[in-house]
């Protein structure tokens, strides 16, 4: 605007010289037009060539996530990193390794030292960030980029606050049932088609899970219960009994509100596994990654997992044929699968060029919606390292864009064409996400680990305590949490 103001100011000048000159004679006036002619031509001149270096602005952008460790990954960031500054000569790269923790990411924070660029961050941790307002509003930059339009609606909310966009997705995942099929097969749980039997209800799995056990020996029916991971696999299944663990009052004040017969009885439900249905293993205390290897040596038949641990299932040399998924069963009120993911966002304070340019690195890593060369190339580099490193190809995850995208279709067409697990196996999940039939539920907004360790303790009590009194662990863990949810206020 100030740049326009100017132009006008000497039109105006030059205009005034001009009336005056009127006055003298005609050499006079040529003269004066003339000096206008230039002098304007020389403002607008001016004006034309701090816009053009308006366009070629230099931006320094400080990306975080870095592969630390020379390898295949940092070979391949350097890679693009190489080409990424030829093809965008105003953009400079610069890598560094921070890796999200909370606590480093504070300090960082403080000390005015995090890379512009954040990597990807736990779906968790974004309220407790946009809380201490340490991210950027993407909102403007991701109109600009056209990527509005383009998001998978499911997970809008998931990314805004507001009716601000904060994130840019990664990825996004929903809980399902990973299961062996082997022993699915062994127990008569497999359908002639190669599909598997699937449970409708939390009742239906916990007598699939007793067929299991009693045909094979292994445990029917496990899941993490430790490390907060108790609580984190509690919760999906209390919101399918029609648990709402908090709410917000008008005065902006948080409520436990899980101090109900639902919670009771979806606790109840998991006590019953162990001292009703038997179909736990030995040792109950366990934490995810213990599932993993369990399932994948035989000794368990069904876990909730998500779908990306099939790649930790394959590394402990589980045989890619005995890899299966299901949908979450429906609990009394509903179907609901946990969701989460990882997610990108930016320092609070970065520019809008550095916005646009962080949205130009991520495209060229192959998170855009767009089907460009880079894109292409991502996606190919990763296929060729599932397929060389014997990683899982054709079970789905929640896309983070919509059916327009093309770097979606492109994908999902080149995982088709090269699955190397038995597809029938994961029909059923990768179906489902394609339906209303399920609800994807965002974990909680507030403390979410905190009432993951709370209820970690009532999930282990009624694992080993076959006297445990249910109600009154509710009770108290829901006292627990609203002091928690006091002092976060």
């Given amino acids: 605007m100030k740049k326009k103001k100017f132009v006008a100011v000497l039109l105006c000048t030059a205009m005034a010289v001009t009336m005056l000159a009127g006055c003298g004679s005609t050499s006079t006036v040529s003269q004066s037009q003339t000096q206008e002619k230039a002098t304007e031509s020389d403002a607008v001149d001016e004006v034309q060539k701090s816009e053009e270096t308006d366009e070629v602005e230099q931006v320094?952008?400080?990306?975080?996530?870095?592969?630390?460790?020379?390898?295949?990954?940092?070979?391949?960031?350097?890679?693009?990193?190489?080409?990424?500054?030829?093809?965008?000569?105003?953009?400079?790269?610069?890598?560094?390794?921070?890796?999200?923790?909370?606590?480093?990411?504070?300090?960082?924070?403080?000390?005015?030292?995090?890379?512009?660029?954040?990597?990807?961050?736990?779906?968790?941790?974004?309220?407790?960030?946009?809380s201490g307002d340490y991210i950027a509003d993407m909102t403007d930059a991701l109109d600009r980029a056209g990527y509005t339009d383009k998001l998978n609606e499911a997970i809008i909310e998931q990314i805004s606050s507001d009716g601000k966009i904060y994130c840019l997705p990664a990825n996004v995942y929903a809980m399902g049932l990973m299961y062996d099929a082997s022993l699915m097969r062994e127990a008569g749980l497999m359908n002639e088609d190669g599909t598997p039997v699937l449970p409708e209800t939390w009742e239906d799995l916990a007598e699939m899970a007793v067929q299991i056990k009693e045909k094979t020996g292994a445990a029917g029916f496990a899941m993490a219960t430790i490390n907060n991971q108790g609580g984190w696999m509690f919760v999906p299944i209390a919101w399918s009994y029609g648990v709402d663990f908090m709410?917000?009052?008008?005065?902006?004040?948080?409520?436990?509100?899980?101090?109900?017969?639902?919670?009771?009885?979806?606790?109840?439900?998991?006590?019953?596994?162990?001292?009703?249905?038997?179909?736990?293993?030995?040792?109950?205390?366990?934490?995810?990654?213990?599932?993993?290897?369990?399932?994948?040596?035989?000794?368990?038949?069904?876990?909730?997992?998500?779908?990306?641990?099939?790649?930790?299932?394959?590394?402990?040399?589980?045989?890619?044929?005995?890899?299966?998924?299901?949908?979450?069963?429906?609990?009394p009120a509903k179907r609901v699968a946990l969701s989460g993911g990882g997610r990108f966002c930016m320092t609070a304070g970065v520019t809008e060029a550095q916005k646009d340019a962080a949205i130009k690195w991520l495209e060229a890593m192959g998170y855009g919606y767009q089907l460009t060369e880079d894109a292409k190339a991502t996606v190919e580099e990763d296929l060729q390292w599932r397929l060389s490193n014997n990683v899982p190809i054709g079970m789905k995850t929640m896309s983070v864009f919509n059916d327009s995208a093309e770097v979606s279709q492109y994908k999902n067409q080149l995982y088709e064409d090269n699955c190397n697990i038995i597809i029938e196996q994961v029909q059923a999940y990768n179906d489902i996400l394609l339906?209303?039939?399920?609800?994807?539920?965002?974990?909680?907004?507030?403390?979410?680990?905190?009432?993951?360790?709370?209820?970690?303790g009532c999930v282990q009590e009624v694992l080993t305590n076959e006297n445990a009194d249910c109600a009154a662990l509710i009770e108290e863990a829901a006292k627990e949490f609203q002091v928690i949810l006091d002092q976060a206020e």
């Fill in 60 to 130: 320094t952008l400080k990306v975080g996530g870095w592969p630390a460790v020379e390898g295949t990954a940092l070979d391949r960031w350097n890679a693009v990193k190489e080409q990424f500054e030829k093809d965008n000569p105003n953009i400079t790269i610069v890598p560094d390794t921070f890796g999200y923790d909370l606590q480093i990411f504070q300090a960082q924070a403080a000390a005015g030292t995090l890379p512009d660029l954040l990597p990807e961050i736990p779906a968790t941790e974004i309220s407790l960030l946009l």
């Fill in 247 to 331: 709410e917000q009052d008008e005065d902006g004040k948080w409520q436990a509100t899980f101090n109900t017969q639902e919670t009771v009885d979806a606790l109840q439900f998991i006590k019953e596994l162990k001292w009703k249905y038997d179909v736990f293993s030995e040792d109950v205390l366990i934490d995810y990654g213990t599932c993993a290897s369990k399932l994948a040596t035989g000794q368990m038949g069904i876990t909730p997992m998500a779908p990306d641990m099939a790649n930790s299932l394959a590394k402990k040399e589980m045989p890619l044929e005995n890899i299966g998924i299901m949908p979450m069963p429906s609990g």
């Fill in 435 to 456: 339906t209303t039939d399920i609800e994807y539920h965002l974990e909680e907004p507030i403390e979410c680990q905190k009432l993951y360790g709370i209820l970690d």
